[in-house]
């Protein structure tokens, strides 16, 4: 059994960092100007569907194939056509769906609904156990923190999708869905350049309407395993207590060693109050819980390409990652000072690293992180153009 733990899940006292959390006092908290939102559908509403970019994405998907299941009420489970297979309400899977890890007392680990300002203090964490987990973005907070999910990245954890404005999928037009799907998975290339391919439906709200045009689309269908719900979203409106939540993950690691798999539990990065009760109780008890193996959802299934580019989005990334010397010079998770030797410019989308006498790299801004005389993070941006003497450091993203 967990200890009881009286959670103060107020902002302040989450976003309190020690010495050693290096990605929370990094990573500043304002992140806006560092994308330009105009260019993205409006935060939190369901994307426009008579877009150029929506009309392309739809021609991926071969319309008779697609059941014609009516749409949904969100929260209602009593007007669903019967071989709908809605996973939420009907209890339905099916094989393609990703709902435990094949190994035995193998926590497949997941957080929904961030990046926020509260995510790195979970990055914080699992950096200090070398740990992974995934994370199941919603692409209107991308907008709002890049960097963070940038960070995330880089520290080596699973970026995946989880829809622009967090709607039921299954109460959706077919456009719809896609949107919702394709403006996350578009945002997070954008910043990351690389492309998505697991997504987690919201609410666990899935159909075979929505599950042909997810994976028409190429994406690959994530749950959780069923019953395996922290309920940790119902913190902040307090409809449970921070000793249930503690309760459910007790019996999550208990029942997991009559399991014949792993498992994947739902709990979430957006509030300070499931942040806090993630990395105060729910994390140390896992960690130190004997057997247990913590994971990312990509790593327990042993996929070593959960992108559509495989790890990265050009062979000049992919000879970094290795651990070799690219052609231009630049070895990941490099740090350089920016003195007479050496220049950086950053203009629009692109970035040049040069010497006196040739460029030794260029590339997309998202591949890095700036740093201004200052030392704060200037990281990518889309909207500025930065001059040489602007910068102190730089630092190459590791993939």
Wanted: hydrophobic share 35%.
């Amino acid at each position: 059994m967990l200890n009881m733990l009286s959670v103060d899940a107020t902002e302040k006292n989450s976003s309190k960092s020690n010495s050693n959390n290096i990605l929370s006092k990094s990573i500043p908290s304002n992140q806006n100007g560092y994308l330009d939102p105009k260019i993205y559908p409006p935060l939190d509403q369901p994307p426009p569907i008579n877009s150029s970019f929506v009309q392309e994405w739809a021609k991926k998907t071969d319309w008779n194939q697609v059941p014609n299941f009516r749409s949904t009420t969100p929260g209602n489970c009593s007007d669903i056509e019967p071989d709908a297979c809605n996973w939420a309400c009907q209890k339905c899977e099916r094989p393609s769906d990703i709902v435990v890890c094949p190994g035995k007392e193998t926590w497949g680990m997941s957080y929904d609904d961030g990046p926020s300002v509260y995510t790195p203090k979970v990055l914080d964490l699992l950096q200090k156990y070398s740990l992974h987990s995934t994370l199941f973005v919603v692409g209107s907070r991308v907008v709002q923190h890049p960097l963070t999910l940038i960070a995330a990245y880089r520290a080596g954890h699973h970026i995946a999708v989880h829809t622009w404005s967090h709607r039921s999928l299954t109460s959706l037009d077919n456009l719809t869905i896609i949107a919702e799907l394709q403006w996350t998975q578009k945002i997070i290339y954008d910043v990351l350049g690389i492309t998505p391919i697991y997504m987690r439906p919201p609410f666990g709200d899935i159909d075979d309407r929505v599950r042909s045009i997810a994976v028409q689309l190429g994406y690959i269908v994530s749950i959780w395993t069923r019953g395996f719900d922290t309920q940790d979203w119902q913190l902040p409106e307090h409809k449970v207590t921070p000793q249930e939540v503690i309760i459910n993950f007790s019996s999550f690691l208990q029942n997991s060693t009559k399991m014949n798999s792993g498992f994947i539990v739902l709990q979430h990065d957006l509030w300070p109050e499931t942040v806090q009760i993630s990395v105060d109780v729910i994390l140390p008890t896992a960690i130190n819980t004997p057997n247990m193996q913590i994971m990312s959802i990509s790593e327990c299934l042993v996929d070593g390409k959960p992108y559509k580019e495989g790890v990265a989005n050009s062979n000049k990334i992919n000879s970094l990652l290795d651990g070799n010397q690219s052609d231009d010079g630049i070895r990941p998770n490099t740090t350089m000072m920016i003195n007479s030797a050496f220049s950086v410019r950053s203009c629009g989308l692109w970035i040049w690293i040069a010497d006196k006498n040739h460029s030794l790299a260029k590339g997309e801004l998202g591949h890095f992180l700036l740093y201004h005389k200052s030392l704060k993070i200037i990281g990518p941006g889309y909207k500025a153009c930065y001059q040489p003497s602007s910068f102190a450091y730089i630092t190459t993203i590791v993939y």
